[in-house]
């Protein structure tokens, strides 16, 4: 792989393996290299051999000599090269057919629901264009992205962003499990279904992408397990957190693409970004119902907005391996650069989720407020609404006081009475 290119426009030699570049005294150079070739001259970067004026295997083969960069993965690493122009990825036949089923499948769908769809919308001044477009009853905007091959984070964030600064909410359509754009944007993951399948209507499922809230107190009676505790302990805490349809309890209905088409246009399902937890992922996007994230936000007790600036995972972090350029043509050994695979991003696994502690044991004597957030959680929880929501007369835990089929103890303070 190549990792030294020739910069045209300010006349230098860039050593990709360098954190510097070899340009101390550039401290933009990356931004200015690695940015979309549609935002920068094509000429800028050059193979180092045809500069010398030695072959160049690609000029030879009838192709370019000029390069972008890109990020590699080797052995665990992620250094940057140097590859030849065509940018792209080229779709295959069946890729190509995909993709255009499933645009005039998600416009077909709009129409069938009365909604105004437009496929092939150009954004931010013709920069971009989005494949389809559904503008929803109160004017909302969804932008349909399918993208059914390999696109870099940083295109992914960028086309994102220029389609939310000009009022469109991005939904970006993946059909493979290491997709790069899984968790970069609002995005949903289907089959890699034939394409005369897709056109011909067959069901096709949200495999990813989609999640319903799920919120718990954390008991030997609860299905679930406990999320900060080890083995099968219990905590007494309320646990809130993210699951696929297939691991809800009970399991839910699948969501399929006619329902995130119209119920992302009326506002019925909103894209909502969960920040990590400690994890190496900077954080999870995912479609929810809005009643989901209005309960989420209610027991989190915070608004988090979709990312506008890039946010970097540990697997985006680039290696520098210092060594000296290689200044032959490296082009047809491009691919042996990306010979590891991607890892897997559609993970099914829940997010890491969100822990309301239970309040301490008091006398009763004692007076305890009881927080908004707390009550949220424990009105979700406990599958009741809160005005019936109390204290136990015994240990001044949250309980359902009020209301029918209520209680003035706990389960536990109620099984330690019987006891006596």
């Not at 993208?147 to 493979?176: C, F």
């Not at 997709?179 to 495999?207: N, Q, T």
């Not at 006619?258 to 399902?269: I, K, N, P, Q, Y």
Request: with cysteine; net charge neutral; glycine share 8%.
């Amino acid at each position: 792989m190549a990792n030294g290119v020739w910069h045209t426009g300010y006349g230098i030699e860039i050593n990709l393996s360098l954190p510097d570049l070899g340009h101390p005294n550039r401290p933009d150079l990356l931004r200015e290299i690695t940015a979309s070739v549609s935002e920068r001259d094509p000429q800028l970067l050059e193979c180092l051999a045809h500069h010398d004026k030695r072959e160049c295997l690609s000029e030879s083969d009838g192709k370019s000599p000029w390069m972008f960069i890109r990020r590699g993965r080797v052995g665990g690493r992620r250094p940057l090269v140097a590859s030849h122009l065509p940018i792209t990825h080229k779709a295959t036949p069946e890729e190509s057919a995909q993709h255009k089923a499933t645009k005039e499948r998600v416009v077909a769908t709009a129409g069938r629901y009365g909604l105004d769809a437009e496929a092939e919308v150009p954004v931010a001044n013709r920069r971009s264009v989005s494949d389809a477009v559904v503008t929803g009853p109160a004017g909302l905007r969804v932008g349909w992205e399918i993208q059914y091959h390999h696109l870099s984070p940083s295109s992914v964030h960028r086309r994102s962003v220029s389609a939310m600064e000009n009022g469109i909410t991005p939904l970006w359509v993946a059909k493979d499990r290491t997709a790069s754009l899984i968790d970069r944007a609002p995005w949903a993951r289907v089959d890699d279904m034939p394409w005369r399948d897709i056109a011909g209507g067959k069901e096709m499922v949200i495999r990813g992408g989609y999640r319903h809230l799920e919120v718990w107190k954390c008991v030997p009676s609860s299905e679930r397990h406990c999320l900060v505790s080890e083995g099968a302990g219990h905590c007494g805490a309320i646990h809130a957190d993210w699951f696929v349809p297939a691991l809800c309890l009970p399991e839910r209905k699948p969501v399929l693409i006619e329902d995130l088409v119209l119920r992302s246009a009326t506002g019925e399902s909103v894209p909502v970004y969960v920040p990590s937890r400690g994890s190496g992922r900077a954080g999870r996007h995912m479609w929810v119902s809005a009643a989901d994230r209005a309960r989420w936000e209610e027991i989190v007790d915070e608004k988090t907005p979709l990312p506008t600036t890039p946010v970097e995972e540990d697997d985006d972090v680039i290696t520098f391996a210092e060594q000296e350029i290689d200044r032959s043509c490296r082009a047809g050994e491009d691919s042996w650069s990306v010979s590891d695979a991607r890892p897997l991003r559609d993970l099914a696994e829940p997010t890491g989720g969100f822990t309301l502690p239970s309040l301490p044991p008091q006398r009763p004597s004692t007076s305890t407020r009881i927080t908004p957030v707390e009550r949220a959680a424990a009105s979700a929880a406990l599958g009741c609404p809160p005005w019936e929501l109390g204290l136990c007369a015994g240990c001044t835990q949250m309980m359902r006081r009020y209301g029918p089929n209520a209680a003035m103890y706990c389960n536990v303070c109620r099984a330690t009475l019987n006891g006596r």
